[in-house]
């Protein structure tokens, strides 16, 4: 499957933002063995283009990992070159997009508002991050997709196994989860059975 057909399918983008990487294999084999498999590895931590390629190598078809927080194409172009699968921005990026497009890699860009989500789309981001979305809520979702129901929504930021139901009913695609998934407090621990429990949670959730 491609990276869109594997996040349309398992609902739920695994969001490891880490300060420093080096466990970041650890993390990947327990949300996979949770049965979360899709994972992002946001660029604001050190050796995150290291833990894609790392993950990439060691998990093989086991995961499908991507990158997330690019701000800029050539920090695209270097994430794909390490092997991600796909890539995600925090906010309406159109030169990322167009890399992205350029390289045949998708790309998940980050808006809020319906002009920002409707751009988004429009420059080529098959799939839109709704982002905070926790400000909002489902409702939110719900009320954006009224007008604009093509959109492919993937609400991030507050989603949790509690509220992914409604997420889901109220139109997203699919779900971001990030703390909710992956506790900073159990990596340093190293207890990476907290995060397998976790993802299996979510998983049930979305199920």
């Known amino acids: 499957m491609s990276a869109i057909q594997q996040i349309l399918t398992h609902k739920i983008v695994a969001i490891v933002r880490l300060e420093n990487y ?3 294999l650890d993390v990947a084999k327990a949300l996979v063995a949770g049965g979360v498999v899709v994972l992002e590895f946001t660029l604001t931590g050190k050796g995150a283009l290291e833990a894609i390629s790392a ?14 927080s690019v701000l ?27 890399a992205c497009v350029n390289r045949h890699t998708p790309i998940l860009c980050g808006g809020f508002t319906p002009t920002e989500l409707l751009e988004a789309y429009e420059a080529g981001s098959e799939l839109v991050k709704l982002f905070p979305a926790q400000s909002g809520g489902p409702q939110y979702l719900k ?7 093509f959109l492919k929504l993937v609400p ?6 509690e509220n992914a139901r409604d997420y889901l009913a109220a139109g997203a695609v699919a779900l971001g989860i990030g703390g909710h998934l992956v506790s900073k407090n159990a990596v340093a621990a190293g207890a990476f059975e907290q995060i397998t429990s976790a993802a299996a949670a979510c998983v049930a959730a979305v199920r």
Do not use: M, N
């Open 55 to 68: 993950t990439r190598k060691a998990l093989g078809d086991a995961a499908c990992v991507g990158v997330g």
């Open 156 to 161: 991030t930021g507050g989603v949790s196994d």
């Open 22 to 24: 080096d466990r970041a």
């Open 72 to 98: 800029k194409p050539e920090d695209a172009h270097a994430a794909i070159d390490s092997g991600a699968q796909f890539v995600v921005t925090p906010a309406v990026r159109k030169q990322v997009i167009a």
């Open 143 to 149: 009320d954006v997709l009224a007008p604009l129901p």
